[in-house]
């Protein structure tokens, strides 16, 4: 028997990249053409895909009886960048119109086994904490089992991208104790769950489950292996361009790039520009380097957040650009199969709104797949 499954806020479809051919997917969701169109040239179950505002959108569009159920919600409202509406704000408050749709499913006795949202790590804090114990209500009113946890993409890829990861499960599920510990693993999220979780008023504590998955193996893949030499998408910067760039770095950061020349090696750095406070209080545009083979996390390019750039560094010589698309589809873990846009910024956008595919697999593999393991054999068995 086969396993079913839905995403909304389907971006490009990387959950779906994901779960793969031991999945098939009945119903997508997004309300982005451009967003729509790269799902469409990546995915062929394309004919599933519901472009859609998800506020339009009603369980009578879902085919099947999805067992997972995946939503990743929009961030800007819950994020540390954003202008803290928090989960009632107008793009993160789609949450409960995804939560209609299941509440429709259940009506319609179609009620899903698992249901997964991901979101930025600030979703913990925001409001206080009030808007991380509605997401949690969300699951608990439902009858649904559920645990936090906390999972950096830079475990499998080399990119630092915590991201908040809740998932429940329906309480008469058969599996759950096999799945669960006593507390959050440390690369679960360790103490920020458990504080998290402190925090929630009693009756959500009762329906909380702490998840036990095993500890992430293998290493991310090399830099090296990430970069291009001439990406097609983006060009070198002139020197003086690159100049301007290692002007804006502190003192710190200007350290860093001499340490890297000095290593005689061929060193890659990724810079972000973020606004800082001068030693007079002034706001001042600063250049932040790291070469800990690691990128920042990559972001969608808008609401005043700059795109990552590349440094590469080999004695004497340094120069800079932007990061390319397809190197930033490698760092969410995608294969050079998938097809990107032609245009640079819906490619870059796409991938910094996106969830890294090797986390969702990891959860799939660890989580989903064993929480559905009886259910499959049962309705095989009949």
Avoid at 15 to 33: E, I, Q, T
Avoid at 69 to 95: E, F, H, I, M, N
Avoid at 299 to 325: D, F, K, N, Y
Wanted: glycine share 10%; net charge positive.
């Amino acid at each position: 028997m086969r396993k079913q499954f839905a995403e909304f806020f389907a971006g490009g479809g990387m959950v779906s990249k994901a779960l793969g051919s031991d999945w098939d997917c009945v119903f997508a969701n997004d309300f982005d053409p451009k967003k729509t169109a790269t799902y469409r040239a990546n995915n062929a179950h394309s004919d599933v895909l519901l472009e859609r505002d998800i506020a339009l959108v009603c369980a009578q569009d879902v085919s099947g009886t999805p067992s997972l159920v995946w939503g990743s919600s929009p961030c800007q409202d819950l994020s540390v960048a954003g202008k803290g509406a928090g989960l009632r704000g107008g793009r993160s408050g789609t949450y409960f119109e995804f939560w209609r749709v299941i509440d429709e499913l259940i009506c319609d006795n179609r009620q899903p086994e698992i249901v997964a949202v991901e979101n930025v790590v600030g979703s913990l804090k925001s409001n206080s904490g009030k808007d991380f114990a509605e997401m949690c209500r969300a699951f608990e009113r439902r009858g649904y089992i559920f645990g936090a946890m906390i999972i950096d993409a830079v475990h499998f890829v080399p990119q630092s991208r915590p991201r908040l990861f809740i998932v429940g499960v329906r309480k008469q599920n058969s599996s759950i104790g096999r799945l669960v510990g006593d507390q959050s693993r440390v690369w679960l999220g360790g103490k920020r769950i458990e504080d998290a979780f402190k925090s929630l008023p009693e009756t959500l504590k009762q329906s909380w489950v702490w998840w036990d998955l095993p500890a992430f193996q293998g290493k991310p893949q090399p830099i090296f292996e990430i970069v291009q030499s001439n990406p097609s998408d983006v060009r070198w910067h002139t020197k003086d361009e690159t100049q301007r760039l290692i002007s804006m770095m502190s003192e710190v950061n200007l350290r860093k790039l001499v340490e890297a020349a000095a290593s005689g090696r061929r060193e890659i750095g990724f810079v972000y520009k973020r606004t800082r406070l001068d030693d007079k209080g002034r706001k001042v545009q600063r250049a932040e380097v790291r070469f800990d083979g690691v990128s920042g996390c990559l972001r969608t390019p808008g609401g005043g957040s700059s795109r990552q750039l590349l440094v590469e560094v080999q004695g004497s010589a340094t120069r800079s650009r932007l990061l390319g698309v397809r190197e930033a589809a490698r760092l969410m873990g995608l294969e050079d199969s998938y097809k990107l846009p032609n245009s640079y910024n819906e490619g870059y956008h796409i991938m910094g709104d996106g969830v890294a595919v090797p986390v969702v697999r990891y959860l799939n593999d660890n989580l989903f797949s064993n929480l559905l393991a009886d259910q499959t054999l049962l309705v095989a068995a009949e």
